[in-house]
T-cell receptor, first 113, second 117 residues
Framework: KNQVEQSPQSLIILEGKNCTLQ??????????LRWYKQDTGRGPVSLTI?????NTKSNGRYTATLDADTKQSSLHITASQLSDSASYIC????????????FGSGTRLLVRP | NAGVTQTPKFRILKIGQSMTLQCAQD?????MYWYRQDPGMGLKLIYY???????DKGEVPNGYNVSRSTTEDFPLRLELAAPSQTSVYFC????????????????FGPGTRLLVL
């Protein structure tokens, strides 16, 4: 069964600190992996998209890594800001005949001053 | 560009009532999608469309219908509302070139919060 699991479910950090969010998936065949940021009451916004051949991609203070062999990804946030408080969703695309994205349930991050 | 817009923002329905959730995009995207997001769960695909006149079922299509008469609009219809359809509904769009790989960015609307009582 295609699944995407994220950890931790929630995380509280102090402003200025770094943090790393984890994503494990069992989606096969694999096409690409995406990280989204979802502010409360808003729609998700894309941060990064990585294909099988990419093992790291950055978007400002956000850096995503992908290990396709172990089927794991991480999202590292550097020098956190209050505006980073949001849910971060890992999404894996299955490369089969039907268009399908499998969404994780997200990690809820709270950055405190 | 307004991006992806959705109306209404919030709606309360009684069991058995019908309604249409509106979605529009002004980015000339060919792909459009409807998702639902239940509390603590990942988004699930309800229906999607690869272009005007073409729609297909996603993971959880039961109880919903869609149409795509224009590139810009992709309404979602609930015919007989049930409490299980209480959720937040997101519309999204993306552009994929003909023969292009499945790597395009999806742009999401702000969501419609639906409560069925």
């Amino acid at each position: 069964k295609n699944q995407v699991e994220q950890s931790p479910q929630s995380l509280i950090i102090l402003e200025g600190k770094n943090c790393t969010l984890q994503c494990n998936y069992t989606v096969s065949p694999f096409s690409n992996l995406r990280w989204y940021k979802q502010d409360t009451g808003r729609g998700p916004v894309s941060l990064t998209i990585m294909t099988f051949s990419e093992n790291t991609k950055s978007n400002g203070r956000y850096t995503a890594t992908l290990d396709a062999d172990t089927k794991q990804s991480s999202l590292h946030i550097t020098a956190s800001q209050l505006s980073d408080s949001a849910s971060y969703i890992c999404v894996v695309s299955a490369a089969d005949s039907s268009y399908k994205l499998i969404f994780g349930s997200g990690t809820r991050l709270l950055v405190r001053p | 560009n307004a991006g992806v817009t959705q109306t209404p923002k919030f709606r309360i329905l009684k069991i058995g009532q019908s309604m249409t959730l509106q979605c529009a995009q002004d980015m000339n995207h060919n792909y459009m999608y409807w998702y639902r997001q239940d509390p603590g769960m990942g988004l699930k695909l309800i229906y999607y469309s690869v272009g005007a006149g073409i729609t297909d079922k996603g993971e959880v299509p039961n109880g919903y219908n869609v149409s795509r008469s224009t590139t810009e609009d992709f309404p979602l219809r609930l015919e007989l509302a049930a409490p299980s359809q209480t959720s937040v509904y997101f519309c999204a769009s993306s552009y994929r070139a003909s023969g292009g790989a499945e790597q395009e960015t999806q742009y999401f609307g702000p969501g419609t919060r639906l409560l069925v009582l």
